[in-house]
Nanobody, 119 residues
Framework: VQLVESGGGLVQPGVSLRLSCVVSGFTFSTNSMGWFRQAPGKERDFVAAIGWSGVTAYGADSVKGRFTISRDNAKNTVYLQMNSLRPEDTAVYYC?????????????WGQGTQVTVSS
């Protein structure tokens, strides 16, 4: 199973980014996917998850209404649309697959993509 994230970068506060995670070696369409993030010196936190049916779940209140998780089964890809980015969103963002316990526990992880929000 391979998960490859992309789309991170250095951006100013208030702008948007869309992260992508392409999955291979895995039956993507019938499995849940998750996004997590880890800020420097902090534990990895749950951001969002999407089930095979499209049901979604979100973590901290700070991302609700600003972040949206979606999936494209034809492309084996899960997305995280992040709007109105804030400096506190700075972290390495990871996607996850192989659900163990909805929505926060998974077996497989990508290598992460850095998102830095700074003026």
């Amino acid at each position: 199973v391979q998960l490859v994230e992309s789309g991170g970068g250095l951006v100013q506060p208030g702008v948007s980014l869309r992260l992508s995670c392409v999955v291979s070696g895995f039956t993507f369409s019938t499995n849940s996917m998750g996004w997590f993030r880890q800020a420097p010196g902090k534990e990895r936190d749950f951001v969002a998850a999407i089930g095979w049916s499209g049901v979604t779940a979100y973590g901290a209140d700070s991302v609700k209404g600003r972040f949206t998780i979606s999936r494209d089964n034809a492309k084996n890809t899960v997305y995280l649309q992040m709007n109105s980015l804030r400096p506190e969103d700075t972290a390495v963002y990871y996607c996850a697959a192989g659900l163990v316990d909805w929505p926060r526990r998974y077996s497989y992880w990508g290598q992460g993509t850095q998102v830095t929000v700074s003026s």
